[in-house]
């Protein structure tokens, strides 16, 4: 079928006149005229017919027009979609986290950001830093928020976001709650350790080495931030923990801090993307610009 032609059409039955209709589509009325007439032809049926000094739609006329309606209303609403998604309004973002961002950074991010863009499909996988790295490099993230300094030759491009406070917490009534100890006092304590690949436990190794003291006891491994806070809260070991993470644990007294002295123990936040020359879709540059 000639979708030209059966737009002109649909133009002459909407207005109920040729004249209009050419008005409508600048065109001329001769040309109106042909269109159809090369419609019919096509179809094999009659579709507009002369009624005293104008013209009528045939039953088949309507019919076509019904349905041929309903085709440009389904293209008014591709366009419409199309003109959102080049705005962000619609898409999919795809974030890979570790730990920390994903629990305390991301949730106020994500709702700011859903209530500007609601049709957006959200996607958050968490891990600890070289996961994620790996998730976006394999094209599994769009972006990657992760705590490591330590970089290689990998094509990432990084944005600082925020710094964080780390805390060494103790059980609630251990001796060394609320007091000042030094950091080779503090290592003898059983600790509870992330998996290799954690950013908090390289931190924890690097503070070690940099200090000259021996590497902590591992008491326990876990591979999640929570469940190490909830050990320490149920009464065992020693971790270093973000700030964010424990504040509200050591404010209401159920778990101790442990202050070192001439110590105090930051970590940079980075929003990471590739390294490549590939334009981000709509919905994850407006995300990215949100943050940033």
């Not at 996988?125 to 998730?135: D, F, P, W």
């Not at 931030?225 to 909830?230: D, N, P, R, T, Y």
Request: charged share 25%; glycine share 6%; with cysteine.
């Amino acid at each position: 079928m000639n979708l030209h032609a059966l737009r002109i059409f649909s133009e002459v039955a909407a207005r109920g006149s040729v004249t209009a209709a050419a008005a409508a589509l600048s065109i001329s009325q001769p040309a109106v005229t042909a269109q159809i007439r090369k419609l019919e032809s096509e179809l094999g049926i009659s579709l507009v017919e002369a009624r005293g000094r104008g013209i009528a739609i045939t039953s088949e006329g309507k019919f076509l027009y019904e349905r041929a309606r309903r085709i440009y209303d389904i293209e008014q609403e591709i366009e419409k979609q199309l003109e959102a998604l080049k705005h962000g309004e619609y898409g999919k973002l795809r974030i890979a986290s570790t730990y920390m961002p994903s629990h305390y950074l991301l949730p106020s991010w994500l709702a700011a950001y859903k209530k500007q863009f609601e049709h957006v499909d959200v996607e958050v996988r968490t891990g600890n830093s070289q996961q994620s790295i790996e998730r976006l490099l394999h094209y599994q993230a769009d972006l990657a928020i992760i705590t490591n300094e330590s970089w290689d030759s990998r094509p990432i491009r990084r944005h600082h976001i925020a710094t964080l406070a780390y805390w060494f917490i103790v059980p609630a009534g251990h001796p060394f709650a609320g007091k000042e100890v030094s950091l080779s006092e503090l290592v003898q304590e059983p600790f509870l350790l992330r998996e290799q690949g954690s950013s908090t436990r390289e931190l924890l190794v690097a503070l070690c080495r940099e200090h000259g003291v021996n590497q902590p006891r591992v008491g326990l491994r876990y591979h999640g931030l929570v469940e190490s806070i909830q050990s320490v809260r149920a009464g065992y070991g020693t971790m270093l923990a973000p700030e964010l993470a424990v504040r509200e644990w050591v404010e209401r007294g159920e778990v101790g801090r442990v202050f070192l002295p001439g110590i105090e123990i930051t970590r940079p936040v980075y929003l990471c993307q590739r390294d490549e020359d590939s334009p981000l879709s709509p919905a994850v540059s407006r995300f990215l610009q949100m943050i940033l």
